[in-house]
Nanobody, 125 residues
Framework: QVQLEESGGGLVRPGDSLRLSCAAS????????IGWFRQAPGQEREIVAA???????YYADFVKGRFIISRDNRKNTVDLEMNNLNANDTAVYSC???????????????????WGQGTQVTVSS
């Protein structure tokens, strides 16, 4: 069982940066893939980025070069650094954890077993 809690959301202006954090419970944190997803109003949930226990990462095309995902297995945390934000990044951001991810599947939401409640990110001038 893994419990996840997101923090760091808020209201920012276009071009600003924001850092989200996902804190997880459990002693086997390093064995989980942690993903960040987002869902905007009226839109489907989509993968943003994900990271394996060994640090291997995945990024959605629309965040490459702007967002950085990182994890600290000693602190049971995964952070998402978001730079050069724009209005299209406005969404509820959630982190999720799962264990079984063959190569090339970190973007598959149904493989994630545990989900946090989410944190709102609003980008507006």
């Amino acid at each position: 069982q893994v419990q996840l809690e997101e923090s760091g959301g808020g209201l920012v202006r276009p071009g600003d940066s924001l850092r989200l954090s996902c804190a997880a419970s459990g002693r086997t944190f390093s064995t989980y893939v942690i993903g960040w997803f987002r869902q905007a109003p009226g839109q489907e949930r989509e993968i943003v980025a994900a990271v394996r226990g060994n640090g291997g990462s995945y990024y959605a095309d629309f965040v490459k070069g702007r967002f950085i995902i990182s994890r600290d297995n000693r602190k049971n945390t995964v952070d998402l650094e978001m730079n050069n934000l724009n209005a299209n990044d406005t969404a509820v951001y959630s982190c999720a954890a799962g264990r079984t991810f063959p190569a090339g599947t970190m973007a598959t939401s149904r493989r994630y077993e545990y989900w946090g409640q989410g944190t709102q990110v609003t980008v507006s001038s």
